[in-house]
């Protein structure tokens, strides 16, 4: 799964993962073509950043007077505070400037700034980057960064994605203007979907499905530890990410556009999908809901209350669709009128596991046997099989 990959990433190589430049390039654009005045005049913090390899910093410096800026800022980590696993080396960007403070390098974070033609050449860019050390780590939730959030109207970056939740709450509670990365999946977690049901929180453009190359540094490069999404690139060591997206409250196109969509009738005639065409919609076991297995099989018509899969948020529409729920144990919005205790677990082979159908309580259940895959049996014989986490949704009526 792709947090299985994230969490072993992170034992063996830390927080260390470079977004690509063509990435980043993407996703901004698409906000500048549907609002060519998105970046005038405002000021842009990256924070949780690196700016001596960072592709935001250069991104947004090569950018700076094509999109209007009025500040770049960008901050980093000091080493001692990255939890890192191979020996601390100032680079030579560093070493070669007489700012260097030996003692500085490795406790304190850099904070790089650019606002103006520094070095008289016409142009305002990369090479116009101002930098100075911090006074602390240059931690995100540190009161000098805070400062320095309070100044910016967006904040971009690639937060660690072990402080992804701490992340976002910190977003809010400093009610700003945001673009990052994360995992599709943090589309669950407690601190993020109550900002998705009030609709001040949705996903990306550019991401909808695949992998993303991150880079990682060559100091954590480990033959001994090379794994199966390990990518080398003309001598580039990349990592190999499933599910990632961008996560805003920035407007853009494809958040309206509105998704076409066929009766229950024309479905259950039509649909490409074998779970629909000729059998129709089934109810689930434990819910006042019906299960749409794919965003495209959605019926114009229904009234009702769906359970669609979490990579709903891809096509999400907040004029055509409510979010009403979440399934999971503790429950968002729309609450499970089943328990499961006295079921218990069963392998296809007829076998139990051993365990009860307590741990499925709040997933969504369908009645009967998977094609494969375990389910639940009580002593009545009936039978009942759990899926992924839902989204619960409502279509809006025009």
């Known amino acids: 799964m792709a947090t299985d990959v994230l969490h072993s990433a992170k034992k063996a190589r830390n927080d260390e993962f470079y977004t690509q430049y063509v990435d980043i390039q993407k996703e901004v654009n698409a906000y500048v073509e549907y609002n060519p005045n998105i970046f005038k005049d405002k000021t842009i913090l990256l924070p949780c950043d690196d700016p001596e390899w ?7 410096a090569q950018n700076f007077q094509s999109f209007g800026l009025k500040k770049l800022i960008s901050t980093s980590y000091a080493y001692n505070s990255k939890n890192l696993d191979y020996e601390w080396q100032p680079t030579l960007f560093e070493t070669s400037d007489p700012r260097f403070e030996i003692d500085k390098s490795k406790s304190k974070g850099k904070i790089f700034t650019l606002t103006a033609d520094e070095n008289k050449d016409g142009k305002i860019n990369i090479d116009d980057l101002q930098w100075k050390y911090l006074e602390g780590d240059g931690d995100f939730r ?6 320095l959030c309070e100044e910016a109207d967006i904040i971009i970056t690639n937060p660690p994605f072990s402080l992804f939740r ?30 998705i049901e009030s609709k001040r929180l949705w996903l990306g453009v550019s991401i909808t499905s695949g992998d ?19 990518v080398v690139i003309e001598g580039k060591h990349y990592i190999s990410v499933v599910g990632v997206r961008w996560f805003t409250n920035l407007e853009h196109g494809r958040l309206h556009e509105k998704r076409t969509l066929m009766t229950e009738a024309d479905n259950i005639k039509f649909s490409k ?27 114009s018509d ?22 009403v729920g979440l399934s999971m144990r503790a429950g968002f919005g729309l609450k499970s009128n089943k328990f499961y205790d006295e079921y218990k677990e ?35 014989g009936e039978c009942a099989y759990s899926l992924y986490d839902r989204f619960f949704i409502k279509l809006i009526k025009d």
Request: charged fraction near 25%; charge should be positive; aromatic fraction near 16%.
């Open 54 to 60: 960072s592709n935001f910093t250069k991104f947004f």
């Open 142 to 147: 540190s009161q000098e960064i805070k400062k």
């Open 166 to 195: 701490e992340f976002i709450l910190w977003l809010f509670e400093n009610n700003k203007k945001f673009l990052i990365l994360g995992n599709l999946n943090a589309v669950k977690y407690s601190e993020v979907y109550p900002f």
């Open 212 to 230: 993303r190359l991150f880079g990682i540094p060559d100091e954590l490069y480990d033959p001994k530890k090379v794994g199966a999404r390990d």
């Open 273 to 299: 999908h074998k779970e629909i065409k000729g059998i129709g919609y089934q109810k689930y076991d434990n819910y006042d809901a019906i299960e749409v297995p794919y965003v495209d099989a959605i019926p």
């Open 302 to 323: 229904y009234e009702g209350i769906m359970g669609v899969p979490i990579s709903f948020m891809d096509k999400y529409n907040p004029n055509q669709f409510e979010i």
């Open 346 to 380: 069963i392998q296809q082979n007829g076998k139990l596991t051993g365990s009860s159908g307590k741990k499925t309580n709040g997933n969504p259940m369908l009645k009967g046997k998977p094609n494969k895959g375990n389910y639940y049996i009580n002593e009545n």
